[in-house]
């Protein structure tokens, strides 16, 4: 036994399923094709720049923003991007060294007190220093 089906879709934008059973006694068709745009959904605030993405605010059901996308950085990636510049400054609790880090300035500070193993109790990478002050903690090794 042969079956002769000649189905033809035309559509950029249609997706066609032809099932036939092996003896060609049953037949099954699906054409899925795509609606227009509906209107915006519940929670979706209106907005949003180029790389920002939809961020829960907290546990209520659409309940969203849109923020900058959280970059997560380890120490390592800091570290390993610095070029540091020679200037050092030393304070009352340790070393800050000047870095140039991605086209901007950071400073890493050095504990100049060290834990039970012989290691700096604070090695830090910060945004900021005023030549006694840091602040604006990037990361620390921990």
């Known amino acids: 036994m042969s079956c002769n089906n000649n189905i033809k879709v035309s559509s950029n ?3 066609t399923e032809l099932k036939v059973s092996s003896d060609c006694s049953n037949a099954n068709l699906t054409v899925a094709c795509g609606g227009a ?3 915006a959904g519940v ?4 907005g949003g720049a180029a790389g920002q993405v939809l961020a829960k ?3 209520t059901n659409y309940n969203t923003e849109w923020r900058d996308e959280e970059v997560s950085l380890s120490w390592i990636d800091v570290a390993g991007d610095v070029e540091y510049t020679g ?3 030393t304070i009352a609790s340790g070393e800050v060294s000047e ?3 991605k086209g901007g300035t950071i400073y890493r500070f050095i504990n100049s007190t060290n834990n039970v193993n012989g ?3 604070e090695d830090s990478f910060y ?3 005023d030549g006694t002050n840091l602040s604006n903690l990037i990361i620390t090794r921990g």
């Open 13 to 15: 934008s249609c997706k």
């Open 37 to 39: 745009q509906g209107p």
């Open 43 to 46: 929670g979706v605030p209106e």
């Open 57 to 59: 605010i907290d546990g």
């Open 87 to 89: 200037v050092e400054t």
């Open 99 to 101: 870095c140039d880090y």
């Open 119 to 121: 290691y700096s109790i």
């Open 127 to 129: 945004n900021d220093f």
